[in-house]
């Protein structure tokens, strides 16, 4: 699966700019008022450093940037714990966390995100998620779902469309994905129990 999101990142150069055409479509879907939605705060939205061939984020956080969201990056404390999110703008100084990977400094500030972007190595159409084996969003996203809130911590993969399968096995830790958004468009997760 790694080469073949290497694969899709090498063909499709652009798609970190084209799947920002369907964030508004992505917010209407997860937070629109038609779903008894009215924040009173901005909404905080979690993005991902990418590495490697994983989907660019910067033009994605541009887009929800002009939407009025407010962003924070992950942070790994501990490699055994759920990440930690702070607060985030581009341009804001980054410092490495526990993982080696670059993350907001102390002061800016922990935050609780409403949505997670989440990478992956590939996914299917009912919400199932292929990581990178380390299990820290599995690990957050369980420990945020436990806490009753309104609205609930939604989770949505960032993909390239080719990233699809059929089917993938889940096992009883994996935490199922909202929906994804690709350069092809927004789709929530068509759950087996809905």
Known sequence: MRGRRKQAADANPYAAERLVEHVGAMLDALFSPSRNFAPER????ALYGAQGSEMDTAPLARA???HGLELALPVVVRRDAPLAFRRWRPGDPLELDQAGCPAPLDLAGDVTPDLII???????PSGGRLGQGGGYYDRTLEALRAVDRTPPIVAVGLAYATQEMDNLPMD??????DGVLTEAGYRSAKRISE
């Open 64 to 66: 929800l940037m002009v």
């Open 172 to 177: 009883s830790h994996d935490q199922p994905l």
């Open 118 to 124: 989440v990478p992956l190595l590939a996914f299917d």
């Open 42 to 45: 901005p909404l905080t939205v």
